[in-house]
C-alpha cells in the first residue's frame, strides 16, 4: 500500500524557515508527480508547489514564489519542501501528495490520488 509520512511542521516565528518532508513507501518517487498543498482553518486546501515528472515542470503558487522550493530525494524516496521567509498567511495544515505522471496534472487536489496525514505549521511571534 502506498504511505506518505509527514514531518518537520511546528511554530516558528515570522521571517524564519522551516523544511518539511514527506517519506513516501510503496510508490517510486523518481517517477512520479508530487505535490505539497496547504489549507488553513476556514479555507480551501490550495496547491503550493508541484513537480510534473514527465518534464519537470514546477508549479508554485504566486504567494510562495521566492520564498519555497520543492525537491525530492530519490534515494531516500522523500518529498521535501523548503520554507524561507515565513509569514502569518503561510499558517495552515501542509500535506504532500503523490500520483503517477500526467502530461496534464498541474497542482490541484483533485489530480492527486495519494496523500500524507498532514503536518501543521504555525507562523507567529
Known amino acids: 500500500q502506498v504511505q506518505l509520512v509527514e514531518s518537520g511542521g511546528g511554530l516558528v516565528q515570522p521571517g524564519g524557515s522551516l523544511i518539511l518532508s514527506c517519506a513516501a513507501s510503496?510508490?517510486?518517487?523518481?517517477?512520479?508527480?508530487i505535490g505539497w498543498f496547504r489549507q488553513a482553518p476556514g479555507k480551501e486546501r490550495e496547491g503550493v508547489s508541484c513537480?510534473?515528472?514527465?518534464?519537470?515542470?514546477?508549479y508554485y503558487a504566486d504567494s510562495v514564489k521566492g520564498r519555497f522550493t520543492i525537491s525530492r530525494d530519490n534515494a531516500k524516496n522523500t518529498v521535501y519542501l523548503q520554507m524561507n521567509s515565513l509569514k502569518p498567511e503561510d499558517t495552515a495544515a501542509y500535506y504532500c501528495?503523490?500520483?503517477?505522471?500526467?502530461?496534464?496534472?498541474?497542482?490541484?487536489?483533485?489530480?492527486?490520488?495519494?496523500w500524507g496525514q498532514g503536518t501543521q505549521v504555525t507562523v507567529s511571534s
Open positions: 510503496g510508490f517510486r518517487l523518481d517517477y512520479s508527480d
Open positions: 501528495a503523490i500520483d503517477r505522471p500526467s502530461y496534464g496534472r498541474s497542482c490541484r487536489q483533485g489530480e492527486y490520488d495519494y
Open positions: 513537480i510534473r515528472s514527465v518534464d519537470g515542470v514546477t
